[in-house]
């Protein structure tokens, strides 16, 4: 395979670029010298013939994707994380390529199909509640005294920017607290908290349907499906009840308790 100049490694055999998967057999210190010196974070499977493949995070969702879905990787196939942390030290973790499957959706649902959607279902749950209860104590603030609500905006805008810190979020919080009385960021901590509370097992229960209506059109690996006995019951019964539970007492416990303290 030919490679343009800029694509070679610095050791003389061709590196890995995020376009494509390269093949090393036996690589040495030298060969993955050359690859951390193109890449921050890179994967390594080891291959029965006792050749390795490497990928970049582009190509996790595509090309890996397609070959683990055509048999080309087993489930217990050795996975090793190449990463580069903030002091520029290299590390490594491994791992059977099932249990680093699990930290990317479009791997895991190979796998595990309809467990994956219940598990996406939550996560989505949990942001899409912690949305609406902030929105919802935005306008209640808003009802009150709009200058609240704007403090209120400007608290949940500064815990979104990194870039404030945690210095600059008590900073912040002190001068309002001088004009308020009233600490907007352990508000909206509280109401993000609540919001996920409520929002993530309602998201799981929708989450477990979309897979089971998705599951015969979902691709699997050729390991077969990994989803745990009891799928409808885990990832749809008890979710939906757990999540009934939560709001019936958040409605009628919850909150006529908080409205008396305050």
């Given at each position: 395979?030919?490679?343009?100049?800029?694509?070679?490694?610095?050791?003389?055999?061709?590196?890995?670029?995020?376009?494509?998967?390269?093949?090393?057999?036996?690589?040495?210190?030298?060969?993955?010298?050359?690859?951390?010196?193109?890449?921050?974070?890179?994967?390594?499977?080891?291959?029965?013939?006792g050749s390795k493949h490497?990928?970049?995070?582009e190509e996790i969702s595509?090309?890996?994707?397609?070959?683990?879905?055509?048999?080309?990787?087993?489930?217990?196939?050795?996975?090793?994380?190449?990463?580069?942390?903030?002091?520029?030290?290299?590390?490594?973790?491994?791992?059977?390529?099932?249990?680093?499957?699990?930290?990317?959706?479009?791997?895991?649902?190979?796998?595990?199909?309809?467990?994956?959607?219940?598990?996406?279902?939550?996560?989505?749950?949990?942001?899409?509640?912690?949305?609406?209860?902030?929105?919802?104590?935005?306008?209640?603030?808003?009802?009150?005294?709009?200058?609240?609500?704007?403090?209120?905006?400007?608290?949940?805008?500064?815990?979104?920017?990194?870039?404030?810190?945690?210095?600059?979020?008590?900073?912040?919080?002190?001068?309002?607290?001088?004009?308020?009385?009233?600490?907007?960021?352990?508000?909206?901590?509280?109401?993000?908290?609540?919001?996920?509370?409520?929002?993530?097992?309602?998201?799981?229960?929708?989450?477990?349907?979309?897979?089971?209506?998705?599951?015969?059109?979902?691709?699997?690996?050729?390991?077969?499906?990994?989803?745990?006995?009891?799928?409808?019951?885990?990832?749809?019964?008890?979710?939906?009840?757990?999540?009934?539970?939560?709001?019936?007492?958040?409605?009628?416990?919850?909150?006529?308790?908080?409205?008396?303290?305050?």
């Open positions: 395979m030919s490679l343009p100049n800029e694509m070679q490694s610095i050791t003389g055999s061709e590196a890995i670029t995020p376009q494509d998967v390269f093949e090393l057999e036996n690589p040495n210190e030298a060969d993955l010298d050359g690859l951390k010196a193109q890449k921050d974070w890179f994967i390594e499977i080891d291959q029965a013939d490497f990928f970049g995070k595509t090309r890996m994707r397609t070959e683990i879905f055509e048999g080309k990787y087993q489930k217990n196939h050795s996975v090793s994380v190449h990463s580069k942390d903030k002091d520029g030290k290299w590390t490594q973790k491994d791992s059977p390529l099932f249990e680093f499957s699990k930290s990317y959706f479009s791997l895991r649902t190979l796998y595990q199909p309809v467990w994956s959607h219940a598990l996406e279902g939550l996560k989505w749950g949990a942001l899409a509640g912690i949305g609406l209860k902030l929105l919802d104590t935005l306008v209640l603030l808003g009802t009150v005294d709009p200058a609240l609500a704007f403090m209120f905006l400007v608290a949940i805008v500064v815990c979104c920017i990194p870039r404030f810190g945690m210095i600059g979020v008590i900073g912040i919080s002190i001068f309002m607290m001088k004009y308020s009385k009233a600490n907007f960021f352990l508000m909206g901590l509280s109401a993000g908290l609540v919001g996920a509370i409520l929002g993530c097992l309602p998201g799981m229960a929708v989450g477990g349907l979309i897979g089971l209506a998705r599951k015969n059109s979902l691709s699997v690996t050729r390991d077969g499906s990994s989803d745990p006995e009891g799928l409808f019951l885990k990832a749809v019964v008890l979710p939906a009840i757990g999540g009934c539970a939560l709001w019936i007492f958040y409605i009628f416990v919850f909150n006529p308790w908080l409205t008396n303290v305050l």
